[in-house]
């Protein structure tokens, strides 16, 4: 099962962006999807993280209220819904998928989409 983000873009500080990670050659429904950022010279970052069953966690304080993870199995989606975005925000944003029960954990993902930019400006 390939991931790929989708739905970045260009947002004023303030705005709203919702990205999705959808699923090729599979059932997204099947796996835990978590949701990483890579910002220009910084190391990549793991915003949170949606379970099979769909439960969500967010894992940084600066996201948290802001940030929020959802799935539609449906759909064969992730979403990322972020909200009152920051300049700070401006980073690719992958998605990646795990069936380790350590799900709520960066270290947990192995298998990574293509990324999609975020970008936001002041």
């Known amino acids: 099962v390939q991931l790929q983000a989708s739905g970045g873009g260009l947002a004023q500080a303030g705005e709203s962006l919702r990205l999705s990670c959808g699923a090729a050659?599979?059932?997204?429904?099947?796996?835990?999807v978590g949701w990483f950022r890579q910002a220009p010279g910084k190391e990549r970052e793991f915003v949170g993280a949606v379970s099979r069953s769909g439960v969500s966690i967010i894992s940084s304080d600066s996201m948290k209220g802001r940030f929020t993870i959802s799935r539609s199995n449906a759909k064969n989606t992730v979403y990322l819904q972020m909200n009152s975005l920051k300049p700070e925000d401006t980073a690719v944003y992958y998605c990646a998928r795990t069936v380790r029960t350590d799900w709520n954990r960066g270290m947990a993902y192995e298998h990574w989409g293509q990324g999609t930019q975020v970008t936001v400006s002041s």
């Open positions: 050659g599979g059932a997204v429904g099947n796996y835990h």
